[in-house]
């Protein structure tokens, strides 16, 4: 169960935790990123001499381990630099977790999606918005994702033909996705 379990994303990983009260699912989840979580944590061990470690790691795997069950995740990496950070500057209080605004849009957005695909009615919704929030972005960005995500480029095709670095592109790919959810989701302010 173990190796089927690390094949899912962490969007499954977390639904399995949170829903099915899965914790090889939420064990799989914490392997998965333990290595950020000690990064992250050991240069506050290493300037403060009063932490144990014998401690603190285990009341960060306590906090993580709740907010797997409570919290919304959009960027594990995110999430985890919060409650780490939460901890160290208020280690009585379990500071909540608020994902950033461009990440509850993108989860906002994933959820229409997943709903859409059940739903035929809200799947025609979603193309019209779609089409509309893409006919106001940049031609620059609605070229990259037109041909990222529809036309299925691959990253060595778009550089190669862009003239740019994968990483550049990367980049500017993720920028574009921001920039048009952004714009998906000010649709309904704007007529």
């Known amino acids: 169960m173990h190796q089927q379990l690390t094949n899912l994303s962490d969007k499954e990983l977390i639904s399995r935790a949170r829903k099915q009260k899965d914790r090889e699912a939420e064990g799989v989840?914490?392997?998965?990123?333990s290595h950020l979580l000690v990064a992250i944590t050991l240069p506050h061990l290493k300037n403060d001499a009063s932490l144990d470690p014998n401690v603190v790691f285990p009341s960060l795997l306590q906090r993580l381990s709740a907010g797997v069950k409570t919290q919304t995740i959009y960027r594990i990496s995110e999430?985890?630099?919060?409650?780490?950070?939460?901890?160290?500057?208020?280690?009585?209080?379990?500071v909540p977790f608020y994902p950033s605004r461009d990440g509850r849009d993108l989860l906002h957005i994933e959820n229409k999606v997943d709903k859409a695909a059940t739903n035929i009615i809200d799947r025609q919704d979603l193309t019209v918005r779609l089409e509309q929030a893409l006919q106001r972005l940049h031609a620059e960005d609605k070229t990259l994702i037109t041909e990222f995500y529809i036309e299925n480029k691959t990253f060595a095709d778009l550089s190669a033909s862009h003239g740019i670095s994968r990483e550049r592109l990367r980049n500017q790919l993720k920028a574009a996705k921001g920039k048009l959810a952004k714009l998906f989701m000010n649709q309904g302010y704007v007529k």
């Open 29 to 33: 989840l914490m392997d998965r990123y």
């Open 79 to 94: 999430w985890m630099l919060h409650i780490q950070k939460g901890y160290f500057s208020k280690p009585e209080k379990n």
